[in-house]
T-cell receptor, first 112, second 114 residues
Framework: DAGITQSPRHKVTETGTPVTLRCHQT?????MYWYRQDPGHGLRLIHY???????DKGEVSDGYSVSRSKTEDFLLTLESATSSQTSVYFCATGGTIIHEQYFGPGTRLTVT | QQQVKQSPQSLIVQKGGISIINCAYE??????FPWYQQFPGKGPALLIAIRPDVSEKKEGRFTISFNKSAKQFSLHIMDSQPGDSATYFC?????????????FGAGTQVVVTP
């Protein structure tokens, strides 16, 4: 998994609560990405980042925010979790060859 | 709206057979086409990739075929093995995209029976 860890690996939360997922990488990659994976949709990009404090929105960013205060950490926050955000979330990094992305092990989030 | 359409959704192949997964795209600006392999409970991993200046790329038992005029590309898994059972995603991106963003297909679950 190219030195990428995600925490927590599993989480169950209630509708309306805030949730933060963490991605940590040891590869010193400048590019980092958050995806969600849902059956029939493949992987959809939520937010992405190039370096510290340089982030932008992906195709499914509504209800999500991100922060990157250190090169190695990329946080994804669900400001007020909804059942539609039940999904598996993957963090990825891009190195020297930016189109080659390396994925973490994922976080399975269930919103009840 | 998915920019990369992948088929079939799932397939079952016998050991030793050939698995074929197809992808189609509309955006002619796409110029990098990777395939990712994902085992249950794991993150996707880059398997093989192709650029449109070649029509075929082979790595071991995995081959990508690319048809630029038809805007289609496919993954062939030769001599399929039970260990190849996984979900496969095609993707596409543009070299001009400095963020390196990928557009993924919906995925194909491959089951190789002994």
């Amino acid at each position: 998994d190219a030195g990428i860890t995600q925490s927590p690996r599993h989480k169950v939360t209630e509708t309306g609560t805030p949730v933060t997922l963490r991605c940590h990488q040891t590869e010193n990659h400048r590019y980092m990405y958050w995806y969600r994976q849902d059956p029939g949709h493949g992987l959809r990009l939520i937010h992405y980042s190039y370096g510290v404090k340089d982030t932008d929105k992906g195709e499914v960013s509504d209800g999500y925010s991100v922060s990157r205060s250190k090169t190695e950490d990329f946080l994804l926050t669900l400001e007020s979790a909804t059942s539609s955000q039940t999904s598996v979330y993957f963090c990825a990094t891009g190195g020297t060859i930016i189109h080659e992305q390396y994925f973490g092990p994922g976080t399975r989030l269930t919103v009840t | 709206q998915q920019q990369v359409k992948q088929s079939p959704q799932s397939l079952i192949v016998q050991k030793g057979g050939i698995s074929i997964i197809n992808c189609a795209y509309e955006n002619t600006a796409f110029d990098y086409f990777p395939w990712y392999q994902q085992f249950p409970g794991k993150g996707p991993a880059l398997l093989i990739a192709i650029r449109p200046d070649v029509s075929e790329k082979k790595e071991g038992r995995f081959t990508i075929s690319f048809n630029k005029s038809a805007k289609q590309f496919s993954l062939h898994i030769m001599d399929s093995q039970p260990g190849d059972s996984a979900t496969y995603f095609c993707a596409a991106s543009m070299k001009s995209d400095s963020w390196g963003k990928l557009q993924f297909g919906a995925g194909t679950q491959v089951v190789v029976t002994p």
